[in-house]
């Protein structure tokens, strides 16, 4: 096993349903069951970014990789039949909603011939703000390379010196991240705002780079769907649903959906939860889903352990890794892997 997967393995947020990812593939392989496949950012690099904090990046060429073994072993869907229970084998999707799944990953697709679902916050596409809170963090972080920072994690005491290092700044954005975890903060823009307040930085920040960190514009995403794509809801503003109270929690759900709705001309009644872990989502979160109209939602789980069992359907992920023999490895073999 390569170093990289180790890393990937150890670190990743997105841990939890690697594991489970591969155990769902293999019981997909043997049983000819349903598997939904979460990603993020296809990049057109020829390697990863050394900044991919969250493990939610791809290069072009691998995923390229990845759907022609997805499509040689298994039966790519239709997007279209992701209600239909019947409907066996993978189904293909995308969160965040990123520029890079409009110039690079649907091109891909497109070659394929797979139409994918797409999760989208409309504030982001509005740009209402710059954007998703932890990106926005990161990319605030590695403009303060080699500073003193003021951070919240010890209120503000003393600074915290950014790390030089790829690994470094990754692991003072981790720790943010936990501190928003550990205190459930709902404001978590409002967290970002203090932040830059406290160290006199500008909110606003050019990104370093605008396929990975900037967001789809209206004409894109409509020209997904008018390819045969759809488009789910992934809330308004990408906080942590759990965190919310009732009406946030309304909030983000209704106007994310009619905002859709209005720019897509079209009903959307597909919702992906962001994070999608059980940290992040509780039976008052799924059924606020239920009560804000969605028919089907999406989570990053091995098995449903909400109900209903529409809205909390599981998906896995693929690491970032290339060749057929090595993915073949992973699901003839994944547990040897994880000794
Ligand atoms: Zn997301």
């Known amino acids: 096993m390569g170093k990289n997967i180790k890393h990937f393995v150890r670190d990743s947020w997105l841990t939890a349903s690697y594991y489970t990812g591969l155990s769902h593939l293999y019981q997909a392989l043997a049983g000819r069951k349903r598997g939904i496949i979460s990603y993020h950012n296809v990049l057109p690099v020829s390697a990863l970014p050394a900044f991919d904090t969250y493990n939610v990046d791809v290069t072009a060429a691998i995923f390229d990789k990845q759907l022609h073994f997805l499509k040689k072993h298994f039966l790519v869907q239709p997007i279209q039949e992701l209600e239909n229970p019947n409907a066996k084998g993978i189904f293909i999707t995308f969160d965040d909603g990123m520029r890079n799944n409009s110039e690079v990953l649907a091109p891909i697709l497109a070659k ?17 703000l710059p954007y998703i809170w932890r990106d926005h ?19 503000y005491q003393t600074p915290f010196l950014v790390p030089e290092t790829p690994a470094g700044i990754n692991a003072l954005t981790r720790q943010l991240k936990q501190h928003v975890y550990q205190h459930q903060l709902a404001d978590i823009y409002g967290l970002v705002r203090e932040i830059c307040q406290k160290n006199g930085w500008a909110y606003e920040v050019p990104s370093p780079d605008g396929l990975r960190y900037d967001f789809m514009t209206w004409p894109q995403i409509r020209a997904l769907v008018a390819k045969g794509h759809r488009v789910a809801s992934h809330t308004q503003t990408h906080r942590v649903l759990r965190f919310l109270g009732q009406e946030e929690k309304k909030m983000e759900l209704e106007v994310s959906k009619q905002r859709l709705e209005t720019e897509l001309k079209q009903e959307v009644s597909l919702f992906v939860y962001p994070y999608g872990s059980r940290a992040e989502i509780d039976q008052a979160t799924v059924q606020a889903v239920q009560e804000a109209g969605y028919r089907m939602a999406l989570m990053n789980v091995q098995q449903p352990s909400l109900s209903p069992v529409m809205l909390s359907q599981p998906r896995f992920a693929f690491p970032p890794m290339a060749d057929s023999a090595h993915l073949h490895a992973i699901v003839s073999g994944y547990k040897f892997l994880f000794r």
């Open 112 to 128: 394929h011939d797979i139409s994918a679902l797409f999760a989208i916050c409309p504030a982001m596409i509005d740009r209402d």
């Open 137 to 155: 963090l990161f990319v605030l972080l590695h403009q303060a390379i080699s500073q003193d920072v003021w951070l919240p994690l010890n209120d």
